[in-house]
């Protein structure tokens, strides 16, 4: 069991690292598609959205204040969700688009608040409170 667990976290956590990073590498197309959805300072909100996935991805993945990264994965799919995925807002191809992407990420959210009820994770950098170093 502490193998899945420890595949499930890679898997979700990575997920993130590789969508933080795909932030910051194409800023100025995500900045265009951000303006186009009416996002307030949309490169600032792309390098902070970009942030908070990364980190909150990588705490996941390591294992490491693994609740923090989930916090910071859920502060990243609120907003977006709703704002970038407004699918009743759009018509033809892009409806059916946002529509998955709005779906994929309420999934995704559902994990995230999940991630919050375990104490600690098999496998992890950071070792449940209580336990001895040895």
Same mark, same amino acid.
């Given at each position: 069991?502490?193998?899945?667990?420890?595949?499930?976290?890679?898997?979700?956590?990575?997920?993130?690292?590789?969508?933080?990073?795909?932030?910051?590498?194409?800023?100025?197309?995500?900045?265009?598609?951000? !303006?186009?959805? #009416?996002?307030?300072?949309?490169?600032?909100? +792309?390098?902070?959205?970009?942030? =908070?996935? &990364?980190? /909150?991805? *990588?705490?996941?993945?390591?294992?490491?204040?693994?609740?923090?990264?989930?916090?910071?994965?859920?502060?990243?799919?609120?907003?977006?969700?709703?704002?970038?995925?407004?699918?009743? !807002?759009?018509? #033809?191809?892009?409806?059916?688009?946002?529509? +998955?992407?709005?779906?994929?990420? =309420?999934? &995704?959210? /559902?994990? *995230?608040?999940?991630?919050?009820?375990?104490?600690?994770?098999?496998?992890?950098?950071?070792?449940?409170?209580?336990?001895?170093?040895?």
């Amino acid at each position: 069991m502490k193998w899945l667990t420890f595949i499930g976290r890679v898997i979700y956590g990575g997920f993130f690292v590789y969508n933080g990073l795909n932030h910051l590498i194409n800023l100025k197309m995500l900045t265009g598609y951000a !303006a186009m959805k #009416g996002v307030p300072a949309p490169q600032l909100a +792309v390098i902070v959205s970009g942030l =908070l996935i &990364l980190i /909150g991805g *990588a705490l996941v993945l390591l294992g490491w204040k693994v609740r923090l990264g989930a916090w910071l994965i859920i502060l990243f799919l609120i907003p977006v969700t709703f704002k970038m995925h407004a699918f009743w !807002a759009e018509t #033809g191809d892009l409806r059916m688009i946002d529509m +998955v992407s709005f779906a994929k990420n =309420l999934a &995704l959210l /559902g994990a *995230a608040l999940m991630i919050l009820l375990p104490e600690s994770w098999p496998l992890a950098l950071e070792k449940p409170a209580g336990s001895s170093s040895s």
